[in-house]
């Protein structure tokens, strides 16, 4: 069928393609057709099109088609993808068939040069060795393509000359297409979402097949026949005049003609590369080459350089000895560098020994100015340029280069100008790149700023003290260490540049604050620099302050009896991890670099939005069950790639979502792998808990292979899930396979003996046989690992980075909390697959520390400061090329506002692409990538329409079933005294403000460590008046407080009168907070529940300034945690005199926002009104009169 007529109407409506196929499509084989065509916009396009056939049920054809789209959008995820592979850019279907449409640029499949009438003349002088070196570059290009193919566990089984594209420059350009082929077809033929047989045809494919198939194409290029090269007993330089052994021998490798051990990418590239060498040398002998005159002479301080490099064993005027060793000193492979010298740029040759200046050649006795047609030659070094001074780097083969003296130069040059290779093709490969940023430069610098900032935090907690009595036995095993704080200057100056208490008062707040909780939580080593590892560190326990000959001190205990003596640093245990934390960062951030298709979505999430043409059923019932915005959200997640973000509120059901879209993925390809990742080890256990749910109605051979990676060092389990549980029973069901029963007897005793030894093996054990089976126990659990469909694990796991080590891809990538990691933070499951789908509620909990980092970046001035400042306090282990570079880069930024700007963006990365895309939906133009689920689940529609008002716009609805839910059915939980506790959704006890305490009393609150002691107490008056309601099921209970010494209290209070027996109810209400407690703060309960939550605002003053008096109360996203954890009932404990005053004083004064409290109290009120909540006097709930 004509293209053109075929093309009139459907997809290709608004293409123009031409008349005919490139390659016609065979429908027999499920092959598309090619065919040129230009896009709307003019651009050359390849339109790949599978026909459709109206009397045949074509969903094998479909899911070819599909296969190689996932497979194209998968690709695109590895570093250096948008290099090797041809990109997509759109894809549809129409009654006349399935379309992909590629963006090859200027090129064309290989396949058009080659059948030409006249063949480009590359592939015409094939066997010329300059189109030798030129193929091969590009056969080195097919190489890594296939590499990174394979290393996905695909197969191309289709590599010919339609399946590469080029433009047959004279730079190597040579990129793949052509996936239909995959391995990971979508479907062949059996039930949807269950597992299939890999297709088996009469041919055996293999990674083995691509080689094969490979080295016949390079064959042809090179014009080396196929017949030859295949008959062994040939002798490699006979089968072609032109080709070198090597270059035989690498081909009968790839062909399987000769057997290697291992054949694969990097093999094949190490043999590779010295035959591109050896090809190189031959063009620079038989071309031109780039001359060099060198003045030599006792004048020449190049001769005085020679002179003493070789041990004053050449004579300043021996000019035959100087070349001679010039050419030496330069080797086979010199490389011209080109560097930054103050302000100017020079230009140089690097020897072993000398690095020699280059300058243009100017002929003498002329007014002509300098030309690098030749280059010249006076001055040599005895030092190798620094790192940071290079501008630029290439290498150039000695044979390329043609050393002669200037005197000969002097003759030479009239007569040899424009025969002579110039010198300005190096300069060109060398000189400084634009000076202006590209978006993804500015991108990648933005992450690297904010890791930099993170660590100088860290190092920051690494505290400078002083032994000043030994240790001394202080009963046991156990010895007593005292030691003082001490003053160090840097770090003194660090603190002060990341706005931080000094360093002593930090440590003290530490210790009195107990932020360091478990045994052993300090360190004590000499290392004063963030990443060193000093084999002498010890572990202690803070005990408490004494005074030594005068001197406070604070005592430590640990099992070490000798410790260094003098100034030493004390750091929280708990640094060991997150210094493993950033070093996971800095390599996720180094691969980065290469991951263009990902910074290109981060600098623009809206550049490249493809439809994924995913299924989705809309008259399925599980489908209708879902509410108005689930719905809507679940239509864009299925069909959008590369980012979908979704806002998920309070009680709505994200988590729920989240699982929904992972059974439909699973339905519509069993074989799909998901990674499901979150900040914290909690939220990632609450998702697979939810996802594990979906399938269980399956039977157990049809589930996908679920794995929980968790740190060694995490005592938690997820039990079945566990990777060490699956590698375990993996092995012993293959230990006992007919498999290994059939092998051979040393392969059956090793995999047997491991399999015995898998529980007992000590990974950390020096014995040779010992490391040996660990070193195969933790393999193995690595195949496990990239065998899952589904992997749960922390963003910024030891399983996490070590696929990204591996190159490993997942289909789609689900991260939970988004809006609690930073930018830094999620850079790492965002490596791992083109598919992502973030979910979280930035206006919950925000990124620990956010808040002090967001601060110090409005100082530009503060954080150069704080830069060069951490540069000598974080060790190189801590470093990178790549990030080493950013020190320097800050120093000498001129636009560090934009740096600082851009770095606040990715800081709260989340927030930031979520904000803007809901902005830009607001213009109703465009697709949308964003949604915000809208309909809740958890909370009282009362407690849901405070939450509304204050947070959500009063967007925030309560689901219909849920409304009528709490109108019908009473609550679980009653008060025994109505009028003094009212039964509504809502209660708020209204304490004395502070200001208003008669001369003498001591209401209120209590100075830092916060605390507020009379709403302890009132918090156990009204929990002492509520009952669980007899016959319904146990009620949950959360008695919550945004303060770790209030949550510290009501604990010792609600001890105090449980022991006591005035709540002799308690224990039939259920704790809420993790391992059986009832006390938390707000950060220890986002994402969870209660039928009742008291919460205790603390807050209660007269101090100077809103900011001041209301503490964390002014921080919105907590305040919204805090007010929607409650189901049935919320119950709060403050002054509203005290928020009423604040909120009145904050109006007079500027960059005062208290927004949300006046929101507050609006809601309060109105609730109030509705009979939806009570406000309570203190003197009402303790059944005083007035």
Known sequence: MNARRASKRGFLADYAPDESFLLKPDRTLGRPGILRARDPQGNDVLVKHWPRNKSVDDADLEDIWRSELRQLHRLAALPRAEELFVPVRASGKDDK?????????????????????????????????????????????????????????????????????????????????????????????????????????????????????????????????????????????????????????????????????????????????????????????RDARYCLALRFGPESQLSQAIRTASGKQIETSDGEQQLRFVADDLGAQPLFQTLRDGNRQRHVLVGKQLTYRINPYRQQRTDEEPTWEFAFCDRADDAIPTQGAIIGSTACTNAALELVPLNVAVQSFPRRRGKVQNWTDLLSKTSTPSKDKTDLDRMHQSLAVLLILEMAYAAADIFPVQVVKSPEPAGGDTYALHVASRNDPDRAKLSQRLQLDAPAQRLAKMLDGDEVREEGGWILAEAHMLGDKVPTATTWRYIGRKDVNGQPCLRLEGQTAVVPTGDVFLTPAGMTGRIAQFKRRLNALTALRQHTELLGMLADPRARIYDTHDPLDENDARFKALDGSKQAALREILSTIPLFLLQGPPGVGKTYLAGDVVQRRFEDEATSRLLLSAQSNAAIDHLMNEVKGVFQALPADQRPLIVRARSVDDDESAGDHEIDVQADNYLRSLADSDLVDEAPAHLRDRIRGLATAYKTVDHASTDPLMRRTSSEVRAFEGMILRAANLVFATTNSHAVARLIEEKSLFDWSIVEEAGKATGGELLSPLLLSHRRLMIGDHKQLPPFDVDKIGKLLLSPKKVREAVLLADNLISRYLKEPGIDEIYREVQKETELEHVCASTLNVLSLFETLIEQELRR?????????????????????????????????????????????????????????????????????????????????????????????????????????????????????????????????????LASYHDGGSLPDLKAFLPAIGEGEYCGTVDSFQGSEADLVLISLVRNNHLSTPSAALGFLRDVRRMNVLLSRAKWRMVLIGSLDFYRHVVTTAEALPDQDVGFLKKFLEALEAAVRDKDAAVMSLSTLEGKRG
């Not at 964003?930 to 689940?937: C, D, T």
């Not at 209590?1006 to 319904?1032: F, K």
């Open 921 to 1053: 939906q607001n213009g109703g133009r465009g697709r949308p990538i964003a949604r915000r689920l809208n309909e809740q689940y958890r909370m009282h529609p009362a407690i849901a329409r405070v939450v509304s008002h204050c947070f959500y716009d009063k967007e925030l609805i309560t689901n219909d079933k849920t409304a009528r839910k709490y109108a019908e059915t009473p609550p679980p939980f009653a008060s025994t005294d109505p009028k003094r506790l009212p039964d509504l959704p809502i209660v708020f006890i209204d304490m004395p403000y502070s200001r208003a305490d008669k001369p003498g009393a001591k209401s209120g609150e209590r100075a830092p460590p916060w605390s507020n002691p009379d709403e302890a107490r009132v918090a156990m008056t009204a929990l002492r008046m509520l009952r669980p309601t007899p016959g319904a099921s146990s009620p949950s209970l959360a008695i919550l407080s945004p303060y770790r010494q209030q949550v510290k209290l009501l604990r010792q209070k």
């Open 97 to 285: 068939g399935f379309y992909l449409v590629l963006d090859p640029g200027q090129a064309s499949p290989l396949d058009t040069f080659l059948n030409a009438a006249r063949k480009p003349e590359i592939l015409a002088r094939a066997r010329l060795p300059r189109s030798r070196h030129l193929l091969w570059s590009n056969a080195r290009r097919l190489v890594e393509g296939l590499e990174l193919l394979h290393s996905q566990g695909a197969i191309h089984r289709n590599l010919d000359t339609f399946a590469v594209v080029t433009a047959l420059t004279p730079e190597p350009d040579f990129r793949i297409t052509g996936f239909e082929w995959s391995m990971r077809i979508a479907s062949s033929g059996a039930p949807k979402g269950k597992k299939k047989t890999p297709p088996r045809g009469k041919e055996t494919v293999s990674f083995a097949h691509d080689w094969r198939d490979l080295a016949l194409l390079i064959a042809r290029l090179l014009d080396i026949p196929a017949d030859k090269l295949a008959d062994y007993k040939i002798p490699p330089s006979d089968v072609a005049e032109h080709a070198s052994a090597a270059e035989v021998r690498l081909l009968r490798i790839m062909l399987g003609v000769e057997k290697v051990e291992r054949l694969d990418g990097p093999f094949i590239s190490s043999v590779l590369d010295p035959i591109l060498d050896s090809i190189e040398s031959e063009v620079a002998r």
